[in-house]
């Protein structure tokens, strides 16, 4: 500890981690995006701790609507696949949306969509395809909703297999109803959100609790292939063999 006690000596580094975030803005123009600014935030605390980040704009790809992994089989462009691959490359996958009518846009939604199109899939170990890898997201809008659509990513990629370490999610609102989103400029020269101590706290609360979490799974070897293989759950002490009418 230093000499404050409040801080290690040296702050550990997380070199040869990769975080991949996706922006799930409606934006077509990166440029605009309000997400993409906040997204900027927890990616520049990732790289400043060795951390490999690469950002995705989704509108910049075509993906495909649809529940199979790869819809050019049913002769649409599609992007997906490769977007996936360099998902599955992350040991860090992070959702960026806009608030719209209260909830995560639609381009949020399909990501989901397709992530949810590998959930059989198996990894290595025989577990579901995203255990050992670790998830978090990111919400900006200028009305009510941001809660609730970080329960809404985070409950999908937890369902699917990512491990959610605690606060991970951080998120800007301005004022309800028509008004200024995060990063416009304001009359005294600042931007907005930009000096909010709350989006900036929790910002950094979830970018070290993700690289924290990737951390430890990556040198684990993610989750023990015990209790959570779809063939051998039965094979093992189980809830089908509990008493459901026990005291």
């Known amino acids: 500890m230093n000499d404050t006690g409040d801080l290690p000596d040296d702050l550990p580094d997380f070199n040869g981690l990769r975080a991949l975030f996706i ?10 995006s309000h997400t993409r600014r906040l997204i900027n935030r927890a990616a520049g605390v990732m790289r400043d701790r060795g951390v490999d980040v690469e950002i995705i704009h989704a509108l910049s790809h075509t993906i495909a609507f649809g529940m199979e992994k790869d819809q050019t ?11 996936h691959a360099k998902i599955m ?7 960026g949306t806009p608030i719209w009518l209260g909830v995560k846009s639609s381009v949020a939604t399909l990501v989901v969509e397709r992530l949810y199109a590998y959930s059989g899939d198996r990894n290595a170990k025989g577990q579901y395809l995203y255990y050992g890898k670790t998830a978090g ?4 809008g200028n009305e009510d909703g941001a809660k609730a659509c970080a329960m809404d990513l985070l409950y999908a990629m937890s369902h699917i297999g990512y491990t959610v370490p605690p606060q991970a999610d951080c998120a800007w609102l301005g004022e309800a109803g028509p008004g200024p ?20 706290r929790n910002t950094t609360f979830m970018s070290w609790n993700l690289m924290h979490t990737a951390k430890m799974l990556r040198d684990n070897d ?14 093992l002490t189980n809830a089908k063999d509990q008493d459901p009418e026990a005291d």
């Open 23 to 32: 922006n799930c803005s409606i934006k077509h123009d990166p440029a605009q």
């Open 73 to 83: 089989v049913n002769g649409m462009a599609d992007d997906w696949p490769g977007i």
């Open 89 to 95: 490359e992350a040991d860090i996958f992070v959702i």
């Open 137 to 140: 997201c990111i919400i900006t």
């Open 181 to 200: 989103s995060y990063g416009d400029p304001r009359s005294d020269g600042g931007h907005e959100g930009y000096d909010n101590d709350f989006t900036n």
């Open 222 to 235: 993610g989750l023990p292939a015990i209790g959570n293989l779809p063939e051998t759950w039965q094979q």
